[in-house]
């Protein structure tokens, strides 16, 4: 099994930043890729970015510019910096972790993350 623990989450005023966290333990060697996705208030849960064990990456394009997701395999620790945050940026970020195949072997507890003056 693999146990996913996000931290890092808080307010901050628009235009401030945010680190992520999410660390892995158990069985890390079965993580092909990582996610985070958000989900605010009454909307559906979205996919932010994503990372695969070699490094490639992608971004949403809501966040294109300003998140940058990165990877530390020998902390077996995901993160998602977040700069330029804006309102619409609210939500709890949840990380997951998936096997090559897709299959999702485990979702983190969730982090709040608000953006307001």
């Known amino acids: 099994q693999v146990q996913l623990v996000e931290s890092g989450g808080g307010l901050v005023q628009p235009g401030g930043s945010l680190r992520l966290s999410c660390a892995a333990s158990g069985t890390i060697f079965s993580i092909y890729a990582m996610h985070w996705y958000r989900q605010a208030p009454g909307k559906q849960r979205e996919l932010v970015a994503g990372i695969t064990d070699g490094g490639i990456t992608h971004v949403a394009n809501s966040v294109k510019g300003r998140f940058t997701i990165s990877r530390d395999n020998a902390k077996n620790t995901m993160y998602l910096q977040m700069n330029s945050l804006k309102p619409e940026d609210t939500a709890v970020y949840y990380c997951?972790?998936?096997?090559?195949?897709?299959?999702?072997?485990?979702w983190g507890q969730g982090t709040q993350v608000a953006v307001s003056s």
């Open positions: 997951n972790a998936q096997t090559v195949s897709g299959q999702i072997l485990s």
